[in-house]
């Protein structure tokens, strides 16, 4: 098991930044993988980014690619959401997930979110 605390949201206005944390309570090389997604009143929760722990390897949702990065803090346990650039329409509850490899497959976890809005 994890669990997974997420923190840096807020309000914000268009063009500016944000760096969301995610902090796991376990180390997060023993995590398979780990991505940000996001969900907008009315509508489904999507994928932003994603990262594999081991390889390093990221990938993005169309709509933030050039704009967000996903890092890891190995040392702290921690995944980050740098966003820049930030438009109107990034404006959703923020969730930290992580996949944990098992015998009997992959597990995944969620966080609490973080509301992004993004506003002038």
Same mark, same amino acid.
Not at 9 to 26: I, M, T
Not at 57 to 82: C, E, H, P
């Given at each position: 098991? &994890?669990?997974?605390?997420?923190?840096?949201?807020?309000? =914000?206005?268009?063009?500016? +930044?944000?760096?969301?944390? $995610?902090?796991?309570?376990?180390?997060?090389? %023993?995590?398979?993988?780990?991505?940000?997604?996001?969900?907008?009143?009315?509508?489904?929760?999507?994928? =932003?980014?994603?990262?594999?722990? %081991?390889?390093? %390897?990221?990938?993005?949702?169309?709509? &933030?690619?050039?704009?967000?990065?996903?890092? #890891?803090?190995?040392?702290?346990? #921690? &995944?980050?959401?740098?966003?820049?650039?930030?438009?109107?329409?990034?404006?959703? &509850? !923020? !969730? $930290?997930?992580?996949?944990?490899? #098992?015998?009997?497959?992959?597990?995944?976890?969620?966080?609490?979110?973080?509301? =992004?809005? =993004? +506003? +002038?």
């Amino acid at each position: 098991q &994890v669990q997974l605390a997420e923190s840096g949201g807020g309000l =914000v206005q268009p063009g500016g +930044s944000l760096r969301l944390s $995610c902090a796991a309570s376990r180390s997060i090389s %023993s995590i398979y993988d780990m991505g940000w997604y996001r969900q907008a009143p009315g509508k489904q929760r999507e994928l =932003v980014a994603g990262i594999i722990i %081991s390889s390093g %390897s990221t990938n993005y949702a169309d709509s &933030v690619k050039g704009r967000f990065t996903i890092s #890891t803090d190995n040392d702290k346990n #921690t &995944v980050y959401l740098q966003m820049n650039s930030l438009k109107p329409e990034d404006t959703a &509850v !923020y !969730y $930290c997930n992580a996949g944990i490899l #098992t015998i009997r497959g992959k597990y995944t976890y969620w966080g609490q979110g973080t509301q =992004v809005t =993004v +506003s +002038s």
